[in-house]
């Protein structure tokens, strides 16, 4: 893969639902950047394993990656609470993690060449995915205004969930993705922490476009 030269490379982790996405999404839009949210490709591979349990397999893995459209991502059935938990045990497997590895360094470095860069986000960005990023963003929020973010989503959503289910949900994804050996979520020392907990999604971009603007200004 040929990597495009003097492009914009932001990378964010963070625990799920802490409002990366939303930030990703505006980062991208501000600054014209292509935008993978990476969480959504283990998710489709999740949502694989609870289709086709029999015929699950590296082999088909690869397959479905090959032929996978940016768009295939937004599909709306990918936002349910036991297609994340598939993706989260799916996630904890190595030969997958490589698998995905290799979408995502074009997604990163080879970006189309109408943007001027990418934002990647999910759990390994920082720390594994886009090591050299030219911005390195840890964002999270407490456990309870996650769940109460996500549960908000789910209704919208129509999706029949619990409060307490989210919760719960919430507390074993972010143990699985925290614990397991290949590409734990962690914030790295060279990463600049953005707390959402108590920030508006405005005042939260208007933190990170100040940071991001100073360096891209001088
Ligand atoms: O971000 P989202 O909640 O959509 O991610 C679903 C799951 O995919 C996460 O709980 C995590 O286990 C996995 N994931 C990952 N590495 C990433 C992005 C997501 O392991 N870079």
Same mark, same amino acid.
């Given at each position: 893969?040929?990597?495009?030269?003097?492009? +914009?490379?932001?990378?964010?982790?963070?625990? #799920?639902?802490? *409002?990366?996405?939303?930030? #990703?999404?505006?980062?991208?839009?501000? /600054? %014209?950047?292509?935008h993978?949210d990476?969480? !959504?490709?283990?998710?489709?591979?999740?949502?694989?394993?609870? $289709?086709?349990?029999?015929?699950?397999? =590296?082999?088909?893995? $690869?397959?479905? +990656?090959?032929?996978?459209? +940016?768009?295939?991502? %937004?599909?709306? %059935?990918?936002l349910?609470?036991?297609? #994340?938990?598939?993706?989260? +045990?799916?996630?904890?497997?190595?030969?997958?993690?490589?698998?995905?590895?290799?979408?995502?360094?074009?997604?990163? /470095?080879?970006?189309?060449?109408? =943007?001027?860069?990418?934002?990647?986000? *999910? !759990?390994?960005?920082?720390?594994?995915?886009?090591r050299?990023?030219? @911005?390195?963003? @840890?964002?999270?929020?407490?456990?309870?205004?996650?769940?109460?973010?996500r @549960?908000?989503? =789910? $209704?919208s959503? %129509?999706?029949?969930?619990?409060?307490?289910?989210?919760?719960?949900?919430?507390?074993? !994804?972010?143990?699985?993705? !925290?614990?397991?050996?290949?590409?734990?979520?962690?914030?790295?020392?060279?990463?600049?922490?953005?707390?959402?907990?108590?920030l508006?999604?405005?005042?939260?971009?208007?933190?990170?476009?100040?940071?991001?603007?100073?360096k891209?200004?001088?």
């Amino acid at each position: 893969m040929k990597k495009r030269n003097n492009i +914009i490379t932001v990378a964010i982790d963070s625990p #799920a639902a802490a *409002g990366a996405g939303t930030q #990703a999404k505006l980062i991208a839009r501000h /600054y %014209n950047l292509f935008h993978l949210d990476t969480g !959504r490709i283990y998710r489709i591979i999740g949502k694989l394993k609870i $289709k086709y349990p029999k015929k699950f397999s =590296y082999s088909l893995i $690869k397959k479905k +990656i090959k032929i996978l459209k +940016i768009k295939d991502l %937004n599909n709306k %059935n990918l936002l349910s609470d036991k297609v #994340a938990t598939s993706a989260s +045990i799916v996630a904890k497997d190595k030969k997958i993690r490589n698998i995905v590895h290799r979408f995502q360094q074009k997604c990163a /470095y080879s970006p189309p060449t109408k =943007y001027a860069g990418s934002v990647l986000d *999910g !759990r390994d960005i920082i720390s594994v995915q886009v090591r050299d990023a030219m @911005f390195k963003f @840890f964002i999270t929020a407490s456990l309870e205004t996650r769940a109460k973010r996500r @549960f908000r989503e =789910y $209704k919208s959503l %129509n999706k029949k969930i619990s409060f307490r289910e989210v919760l719960k949900s919430l507390k074993n !994804r972010d143990k699985s993705d !925290r614990q397991r050996k290949h590409g734990p979520l962690k914030k790295t020392k060279d990463s600049i922490l953005i707390n959402t907990t108590k920030l508006s999604r405005k005042r939260c971009f208007e933190k990170i476009k100040a940071i991001m603007d100073r360096k891209l200004k001088s």
